[in-house]
């Protein structure tokens, strides 16, 4: 599990991307990067990381799932995620 202090900083980025995504596109739309300097760091989608919804594990993230590897292992088996089954032929 990932330290609550860099889940807690993922969540304020996620936070501060939201509010500043129209007048960050505005300001692109206008081409005044000037202005975009101005905003602040973390209101750039690019400092965002994946991380798992349980854990906050950054690696081994699966998107559609929005869990890591791990946990999306555990979750299939003991038949908590609809539509997922163990594969045998």
């Known amino acids: ?22 007048r960050r596109a505005a300001l692109k739309a206008a081409g005044d990067y000037a202005a975009l300097d101005l905003l602040p760091k973390n209101a750039s989608p690019v400092r965002l990381k994946n ?8 690696r081994g ?18 038949g908590k995620i609809p539509g997922v089954v163990k594969a045998s032929w």
């Open 51 to 58: 991380r798992c919804q349980l854990t906050g594990r950054p």
């Open 1 to 22: 599990m990932a330290k609550k202090s860099i889940i807690a900083r993922q969540i304020k980025r996620e936070k501060m991307v939201a509010k500043y995504a129209e």
């Open 61 to 78: 993230y699966m998107r559609h799932f929005g869990l890591s590897r791990n946990m999306f292992r555990d979750m299939a088996l003991d």
